[in-house]
């Protein structure tokens, strides 16, 4: 009743987008471009949490790709092949890939079923990041599954876990070749933060998002606030489509309602003019779950050193870091 399943060549449509707000400071309010802020966008790609505005739409294409922001910027899409390897679960963790230390963002897996997203995942972002930018080969083939899914990668920095990068697509990429391409854009191209340096590494936590059971819905108000991301297309006053999300942890942490998160993409989107309640019900919104896995860096290295997880890497260890 009122909603489809977007499934198939549907979702490989979608443009992708951004995860969510930019954290001021030491404070959790989601900066300029929240309810009732101004914010930019143009349709395409985009980044998930900067001063570009959350949740606006913009392209960033690299070949045939477009990326996206869920956490608060720009939106666009990508594509991908297809493979299969799944992989035991690194030593030192349970079914679901979590640590004592670890544990699943809001939103993540649904109706009891094993979860997708690993703590091993995380790990492999952070090894590719760190091959990076010390100059080492890029890591070899993890061993999770390469199954392909629409992805984001989160980086937040600091004790206040301040968003340092947030990018992903809504088409399905594999997981080997999308979690590696979109670890390197999120920290070094998302173009509200400048590229992330060797110094940053030791404050860094990452988080990898797989996203799932999209359907379209005839009621922009047919979602639930923590459990849901969405997506909204809609057209600006200059005629011009234009598209935005936040992925599904964002509302929750920022204390918004229905009404609140919708104006605040819109905002995001580049909607300058007053938004009433007949705009609001023109809007086209796609409603989505997300598996969700954040690591620190420290834990990151631990789980390397203890559970000895090399992941086909030839350099020695990262230091030990903890920062103060």
Known sequence: MGRKRCVGADCSKMAAGCCGVKKQKLSGSPGSGGPGGAGSGVAGTGHCGSELGIGSSSTVAAGNVNRVNGLGGPGGSSSSSNTNALSPTPGGYNSTGLSPNLSPGSGSGSGGRKMVVSAEMCCFCFDVLYCHLYGYQPPRTPRFTNDPYPLFVTWKIGRDKRLRGCIGTFSAMNLHSGLREYTLTSALKDSRFPPMTRDELP????????????????????????????????????????????????????????????????????????????????????????????????????HRQHHH????????????????
Not at 271 to 289: E, G, H, Q, S, V
């Open 203 to 302: 404050r860094l936590f990452c988080s990898v998002s797989l996203l799932t059971n999209f359907e379209d819905v005839g009621d922009y108000l047919d979602w639930e606030v923590g459990v849901h991301g969405i997506r909204i297309e809609f057209f600006n006053e200059k005629g011009s489509k234009r598209t935005a999300t936040y992925l599904p942890e964002v509302a929750k942490e920022q204390g918004w309602d229905h009404i609140q998160t919708i104006d605040s993409l819109l905002r995001k989107g580049g909607y300058k003019a007053p938004i009433t309640n007949d705009f609001r019900k023109t809007i086209k919104l796609t409603r989505y779950r997300s598996e969700k896995m954040t690591m620190s860096y420290a834990e990151y290295v631990a």
């Open 309 to 324: 997880y090399q992941n086909g890497i030839g350099h020695p260890l990262p230091p030990y870091n903890h920062y103060s």
